[in-house]
């Protein structure tokens, strides 16, 4: 048994602190919580004096690839590079994560992610947990059909596959179902499907819709019966309403949300990640970084809407998760910076700190399947926390510095331990 003591304890559901407190951990789970008085500590072997510092829920990333790339030339690095330089990079990118303070992440389509889950679960590699995609579903001329490439290296069912990327390329209700089957048989936690364009596919926009309703109707039923859900790209109002009537339970990026999606979403009781960070990066950094033209061309139309469409969901009641969609990189999309989604919803969005948080745990776990598990700090939960020097309530802008997060641990397990104290 460990003793987490003296701490002040970020509740995240109430977005209140609690003074004095303490975590009793036991293997994995948090055994119980709450004031000195209250828990018994007599069985503790291990006791971190937490005095003067913030302990609160591991953060996690609703939206990300573990991709391997290092720049914005999603059209030519891929080609140049081995997919085992990708995969090392990968390995890098989990232990910048782990020590930002990342216990879980939802990789939203790739396949390395889902090759290295088990790696992180068995404790060959350090890392937060991996909730994956693997193959996302794409129509032809999709978002995930890559425009420019022969079908060949685009299909995962092809053995000529361009890896680390690939989609399950499906067009009707059969072959949909078929493709989610397959996503499922490749180990998916969850279904990513594309229900309209997006700015970075070549050819089509974000307003194009993706998928009737009748096919993202047939690849939701299947994931229910594997007891999934499904996750879907969707930045055009008509692709985010198709994708909610479907049954879809997570909307990524929303960027054209109208009015008749946000009540479908509160109706639904869906989820949305705006990902606003990779489309600030794409802005500031993606020139010099090499993103494409007709990238650049669709994104300086969309982000100051996206921005108001995200505030406006957000003030009628939807919930939001934080998701950076970084896909990793070196100036910019870089994993460990992901704490970058909380500061924009609360610069950006106006959410108050307290929210944001609220949006980087409990919602995120949500996103992620596990809100049973994790996102909060509750007797009966998975021990996934970290002791912050500082208090985010006060200014978010702190769990973007590395060095201000001490200690970060896992079920039970650190990753990463800068207090003096242990
Ligand atoms: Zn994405």
Known sequence: MLLI???????VRKGVIVENARILVNGKYIVDIGTSGSVDASKAVDVIDARGKLVMPGLIDAHMHLSGLRTGDVVKEPLLTSYET??????????????????TIVDAGGLIA???KQAVE?????G??????????????????THYLPLDLVDVRSRLVMRPFGSLICDGVDECRKAARYALRMGSDFIKIFTTGGVLSQRDRPEYTQFTLEEIKAIVEEAKAAGRF?????EGDKGIINALLGGVKVIAHADMIDDEGIRLAIEKNAVVVPTLAVSEHILTYGRELGLPDWALEKESFLFQYHVERARKAWRAGVKLATGTDFWGGVKAFRHGDNALEIVLFVEKIGMPPAEALKAATINAAEVAGLSHVTGSLEKGKLA???????????????????????????????????????
């Open 114 to 116: 889902l090759g290295l």
């Open 128 to 145: 937060p947990r991996i909730v994956a995609a693997g193959a996302p579903l794409s129509q032809t001329f999709g978002h995930g059909d």
């Open 5 to 11: 003591d003296n701490a002040r304890v970020l509740d």
């Open 122 to 126: 068995e404790g060959t590699l350090k």
């Open 86 to 103: 990708m995969v090392a990079r990968a390995v890098k990118d989990l232990e910048a994560l782990a020590e930002a303070g990342f216990t």
């Open 230 to 234: 499904v996750h879907a790209h969707a």
């Open 384 to 422: 996934d926390l970290i002791i912050v020097d500082g208090n985010p309530l006060d200014n978010p802008r702190i769990l973007l510095d590395k060095d201000r997060i001490l200690f970060v641990m896992k079920e039970g397990k650190v990753l990463k331990n800068k207090l003096s104290s242990l």
